[in-house]
Structures are given as structure tokens and as C-alpha cells.
């Protein structure tokens, strides 16, 4: 089992940043790979960003591409995502996912945290 600890969300303007982060417990945090979803009120949930074990590669969903980043430490068995240039029809709750490949995880995740709320007011 991995637990998964999301913080970070909060209420900002557009056009400014946030990093979330998730803080993993429980078996190796470095044996998986880790992504971002988020779910908007009334929306299904969608595929943010991954990144593989080591970190060394990447996915982006196209919307976020150059305005969000992965990243990991393995040593601190956490996560983080990197949100700038952020838009109102960024709001949502964002969620961590843990899974085996940056690229089988877009599609099925093994473990997720519970969310943190982020808000982009206008």
C-alpha cells in the first residue's frame, strides 16, 4: 500500500502560481510512478502531468504543457506540480496517483490521495 498526502491548493488570482505537493508513505515511493489529475465541479476527472520512477520522463496533458511542471524527490518521497500562469478554468481539486509507468498511469492508477482544493479567481 502507498499513502498518498496532497497540500498546497488554495485561492489565487489568474496569472499567478501554486506547487502542490504529495507526500507518499508506505512502500517505496521510488518503485512508482506519480501523477496529477484534477477533477472541475460537474466534470469528470482528467490526467494533469506524470512522471516515471526516476523522473527522467514526463506526460503532459496539452492544456498544461508550459504552464505546469512534475517533478520528484525520491529522497523525500514526495511530489510536486508546479502550476503558473494559472487560469479560472483551472479550478479544481487535484489529486496525486501513484501507479507502475508515468504512461500506464494516465489511464489506471494503483493508489490516490484524497485531493487538495485549488481556486483561480478572475
Known amino acids: 500500500q502507498v499513502q498518498l498526502v496532497e497540500s498546497g491548493g488554495g485561492l489565487v488570482q489568474a496569472g499567478g502560481s501554486l506547487r502542490l505537493s504529495c507526500a507518499a508513505s508506505?512502500?517505496?515511493?521510488?518503485?512508482?510512478?506519480m501523477g496529477w489529475f484534477r477533477q472541475a465541479p460537474g466534470k469528470e476527472r482528467e490526467f494533469v502531468a506524470s512522471?516515471?520512477?526516476?523522473?527522467?520522463?514526463?506526460y503532459y496533458a496539452n492544456s498544461m504543457k508550459g504552464r505546469f511542471t512534475i517533478s520528484r524527490d525520491n529522497a523525500k518521497n514526495t511530489g510536486y506540480l508546479q502550476m503558473n500562469s494559472l487560469k479560472p478554468e483551472d479550478t479544481a481539486v487535484y489529486y496525486c496517483?501513484?501507479?507502475?509507468?508515468?504512461?500506464?498511469?494516465?489511464?489506471?492508477?494503483?493508489?490516490w490521495g484524497q485531493g487538495t482544493q485549488v481556486t483561480v479567481s478572475s
Open positions: 496517483a501513484a501507479g507502475p509507468t508515468a504512461q500506464s498511469i494516465i489511464n489506471k492508477s494503483d493508489y
Open positions: 508506505g512502500r517505496t515511493f521510488s518503485n512508482y510512478a
Open positions: 512522471i516515471s520512477l526516476s523522473g527522467s520522463t514526463t
